[in-house]
């Protein structure tokens, strides 16, 4: 899942969630961990505990991995009242505070980390850098040289475990001109978008998961292999159309993956109507 945009007093953002929550723990065969790549909230302390108390509710909830995107960052454009006053931007907030605050209520060491799962890598990057610090960067994702370094040495072994293993890797904002929503071109989606990539086409058993257009899984363009897979994975706040506009209704979405012998099934889900979307599946072998 990605973008659930968790505002405390947002009701139907709660709603969305929780819906989504429960149509996946409903199925026969629930989902054996969760991701939620960025957008969990809009970066308020009172957001975060609306999230914890949603995801609390659920006693039967697998584990939960998360990853942070543009919006952890979005307490700098409010004032004391949460109105939006951009002419006082970062009106007291900073990047520190909310890198600090996303990795305490998320119970992480680090905004960036990895997990083996049943035997399956994850890797979990994150964009570290607001406009506070750097004012041109729009929303785009800034990686740091630490994290850099970081990247390589978890990906490292795998260039001996061969490319029959898939590889999963999750950051909130796409690279550029691979997904739908990513071909904007005054966006970057990540300033090092050249590095990242190169490094990550080293290990073509990759599949990048991101977030961050919302742009509806019946795209045309939500999936594309080019080297490495790469999975756009819609909003399950508010889906986007392919011209970047919401879409009216009770629209929510997300990606279900599944693992099977010698490849990796990507099956779009509909929470609203609780169906598969039969369009939108896709498969990559290994």
């Not at 406009?131 to 260039?159: C, K, N, Y």
Request: aromatic content about 12%; charged content about 25%; overall charge negative.
């Amino acid at each position: 899942m990605s973008d659930i945009h968790i505002v405390a007093w947002d009701e139907e953002s709660h709603v969305r969630f929780s819906r989504a929550l429960d149509d996946y723990l409903s199925l026969e065969e629930p989902p054996d961990y969760i991701v939620l790549n960025g957008d969990l909230t809009d970066g308020h302390e009172e957001d975060y505990k609306a999230l914890h108390e949603l995801l609390h509710r659920r006693e039967l909830l697998p584990p939960v991995f998360v990853t942070n995107g543009n919006h952890e960052f979005y307490s700098m454009w409010h004032n004391s009242k949460r109105e939006m006053v951009k002419e006082t931007f970062p009106n007291g907030g900073s990047t520190e505070q909310a890198m600090a605050l996303f990795t305490t209520e998320m119970g992480l060491s680090c905004s960036y980390y990895d997990a083996w799962v049943d035997g399956y890598h994850l890797i979990f990057l994150s964009g570290e850098v607001y406009r506070d610090r750097m004012p041109d960067i729009g929303e785009d994702a800034w990686i740091s040289e630490e994290q850099f370094m970081w990247l390589s040495r978890v990906l490292m072994p795998h260039r001996e475990m061969g490319q029959e293993q898939p590889l999963f890797v999750f950051l909130h904002q796409p690279l550029p001109n691979t997904v739908a929503g990513s071909f904007c071109p005054t966006e970057r989606g990540v300033v090092q978008h050249q590095r990242l990539k190169s490094l990550l086409e080293q290990y073509p058993q990759i599949i990048f998961f991101s977030g961050h257009t919302h742009v509806e899984l019946s795209a045309s363009s939500i999936y594309k292999e080019d080297i490495i897979g790469y999975m756009g994975t819609s909003s399950v706040r508010r889906p986007y159309c392919e011209d970047l506009y919401p879409i009216d209704g009770p629209a929510s979405e997300s990606v279900w993956v599944e693992v099977g012998l010698g490849k990796v099934v990507l099956q779009g889900r509909r929470h609203d109507t609780q169906v598969w979307m039969e369009n939108v599946r896709f498969e990559r072998k290994y």
